[in-house]
C-alpha cells in the first residue's frame, strides 16, 4: 500500500514539474514576439532567463518575470515583470 501511495505522489510531482515548464517555453515565446514594445534586442533575450511564470486567472494576463543574466549567472536586482493578454504586452515594470 505504502508503494502505490508512494508512486502516485512521484507522478503527482512530474505533472506539476512538467506544467512549470510549459509556462517558461510559453514565456519565452511571448518576450520573442513583444521584445521591440519590451525594448529588448535579441542579444538581451539571450542573456536572460525566466525566473517564473504563470497565468492569473482573476486578470487574465501571463506574468513573466524574466531577470537578466551575464555569463549564465543571475544578475542581482535586475528582473523585468512583464503582463501579456492575449499574446500582447499589457504592463513592463
Known sequence: MKK???LLLCSAF???LNAQTGDVSLALQLVNKNSDAIGLS???I???IVRDSYFDEV????????QQT???LPVFNQIHVL???NG????AA
Do not use: C, H, R
Open 83 to 85: 503582463a501579456f493578454k
Open 59 to 66: 486578470a487574465g494576463v501571463q506574468l513573466v518575470y524574466l
Open 42 to 44: 535579441k542579444e538581451d
Open 4 to 6: 502505490i501511495l508512494l
Open 14 to 16: 512530474t505533472f506539476l
Open 70 to 72: 551575464y555569463k549564465g
Open 46 to 48: 539571450n542573456n536572460a
Open 88 to 91: 500582447v504586452l499589457a504592463s
